[in-house]
């Protein structure tokens, strides 16, 4: 297996340098002119500014302002990072050895650097934090859901990990806050057919052969909200959130089913009442079994009155 080459340049907040690789064919006399077109969204002031404060590097080390175009060769630097609002909610780890990392995410963090989102992930965060440069996720959990995340922390062992999820062979559970509608016939197993297409925020349900399967399970309810536990058997985009407004049990805070609306990213009232509660699985390295809970409530059902008003207090809150 060839080797990934090593970034002359150090990770910065946790993130590895962008590396682009030069055309072997081209019109440029120099790696700045080049520079100059391939990245049209970057302010050609920017790049000079870059290449003077020897931001911009080859395997050799800085490259220099006027330094002449390499056909075939690949340059490293650090992008710059859009402003961002921080997510003022901690994220708990639940387990740690030597190979794995089990973390709680709170609401409104992302897993993994995206769009706008990029030092406020959980990823960066670790990374940054807990001086683990090469810890990565082995699976993904929704900005807006939170839970327990499984992170790989030997690089050695990602792939077998990683595969457990991709073979899905790990069981997920999860709870979620609901009405409660008794004439609803639970537990029942719902099967769906969802897609969704690129550049469209929210998938859907379609006609056709299901690719989506749930498990729904009302665990207890009062003052017309159920506490719900859901089993997901496969992993398709907002399945769950999909099949509980099917049901016509809409979780509580979702900003997309049954209604899509606009919520600014800074927006940190009522989260989504959706939570990554358990997960299990055969370790694939020791064969032993594993099984890790959350640390976590939703309060929606904890302090319903605080979710309704949106206090921020309780976003937090931990089992005693």
Known sequence: MRRRQQPPLPKRFGLDPARLRLPEDGPWATIRDHLVERLPRVDPARIDELLRQGGI??????????????PGGAVWFHRDLPEETDVPFDITIVHRDDDL????????LATIPRGQHIRQTALVRLRHELGLPELIPAHRLDRVTAGLILFVINPARRGAYQTMFHKRSVRKEYEAIAPYDPALDLPRTVRSRIIKEKQVLAAQEVPGEPNAE??????????GLGRYRLKPHTGRTHQLRLHMNGLGIPILGDDFYPVLTD???NDFTRPLQLLAAALEFTDPITGEPRRFETTRTLQAWTDPQGWAE???????SRWP
């Not at 949106?310 to 937090?316: E, N, V």
């Open 214 to 223: 749930t498990v729904v399970e009302l665990l207890e309810h009062r003052d």
């Open 57 to 70: 590097v080859d395997l050799a080390g800085p490259i220099a302002p006027d330094a002449p175009y390499v």
């Open 310 to 316: 949106g206090s921020p207090a309780t976003f937090a």
């Open 101 to 108: 990392l089990v973390v709680d995410k709170p609401h409104f």
């Open 263 to 265: 919520k600014p990213v």
